[in-house]
């Protein structure tokens, strides 16, 4: 079994800022890539960062220049750190992983979602 956690998320003013957090635990042989998804109320699901293993980052263009992804291969954790927030912001924030654990073929995993709510 695999479960990813998050947390971090809150409600925060325009402009502020808040650091996200997922620590992946359980069966786990190795983690590829981790990332961030986000999902606004009425919206599909968006991706709005990716790190690979060796720290290759990608960013939704929204968010280049506020958002900064990084992990901690050796704690299994993956942050995001999110600046100069904006209204368009608010959304559930989910952690994703591309695991694989022992015996078994690399899966992907979601993590229960964490709220982020960017209001005065």
């Known amino acids: 079994q695999v479960a990813l956690v998050e947390s971090g998320g809150g409600l925060v003013q325009p402009g502020g800022s808040l650091r996200l957090s997922c620590v992946a635990s359980?069966?786990?042989?190795?983690?590829?890539?981790m990332g961030w998804y986000r999902q606004a109320p009425g919206k599909q699901r968006e991706l709005v960062a990716t790190?690979?293993?060796?720290?290759?980052?990608n960013y939704a263009d929204s968010v280049k220049g506020r958002f900064t992804i990084s992990r901690d291969n050796a704690k299994n954790t993956v942050y995001l750190q999110m600046n100069s927030l904006k209204p368009e912001d608010t959304a559930v924030y989910y952690c994703?992983?591309?695991?694989?654990?022992?015996?078994?073929?690399?899966?992907?995993?979601w993590g229960q979602g964490t709220q982020v709510t960017v209001s005065s």
């Open positions: 994703n992983a591309a695991i694989r654990s022992w015996g078994r073929t690399p899966q992907d995993y």
């Open positions: 790190i690979t293993s060796g720290g290759s980052t």
């Open positions: 359980g069966n786990i042989f190795s983690i590829s890539v």
